[in-house]
């Protein structure tokens, strides 16, 4: 199906959707409300079957940026080969998306990973925990207001040497 195609058919349901496209990357802006509509239609009804990839990036400091953090779903049709990606932004102290979760299983650790290094909480997640950070750290290492030699937690976790092990 062509992108076009499935541009205006979301454009027919959904308000304030913006779209790019640059080297075979197609790109779909929504807002937060919107973003589990959207996604569940790429899937239901454009065969979007398969969430490949999701990520954050933080944009604090960039210049002619208006918000902060920006959350990417890599989408790709199994059928076709062809992949859209869908972008939202947020910023603080709202940073709460829907999760992907009930769409695709795929979601779990890929949303754990984004909640683990920015943050971002995904409502309605089954198991939303760190997955790369220890429990007790209480920063998000991948916001660009991390200060770059930590905030001292690194003493506060045991380093096993080789021959404790």
């Known amino acids: 199906m062509a992108f076009d195609v499935i541009v205006n058919a979301l454009k027919t349901k959904f308000a304030d ?10 790109r779909i ?6 973003l589990f509509d959207v996604l569940t239609s ?18 604090l400091k960039y210049p002619n940026a208006t918000d ?13 080969g062809e992949r859209v990606y869908v972008k939202t932004w947020l910023n603080e102290p709202e ?8 769409l695709w299983k795929g979601a779990d650790w890929l949303e754990r990973e ?14 939303l ?3 790369l950070m220890p429990e007790a750290f209480t920063s998000f290492p991948l916001r660009k ?9 690194r003493h506060n976790f045991p380093v096993i040497t080789r021959a404790e092990s």
């Not at 790429?42 to 944009?59: P, S, V, W």
């Not at 943050?119 to 309605?124: A, S, V």
């Open 145 to 153: 207001d991390y200060p770059l030699r930590g905030r001292g937690e």
């Open 17 to 26: 959707l913006a779209t790019s496209e640059f080297r075979d990357n197609r």
């Open 68 to 80: 902060r953090f920006g959350v990417v779903y890599g989408l790709l049709s199994t059928a076709s």
């Open 95 to 102: 940073l709460t998306l829907p999760s992907a979760f009930p």
């Open 129 to 131: 925990r760190r997955i």
């Open 114 to 127: 984004v909640y683990d290094m920015y943050g971002i909480i995904f409502d309605g997640h089954p198991d």
């Open 42 to 59: 790429l899937k239901t009804e454009h065969g979007f079957d398969m969430l490949f990839e999701m990520t954050a990036a933080d944009y």
């Open 29 to 34: 802006v929504v807002k937060p409300a919107q």
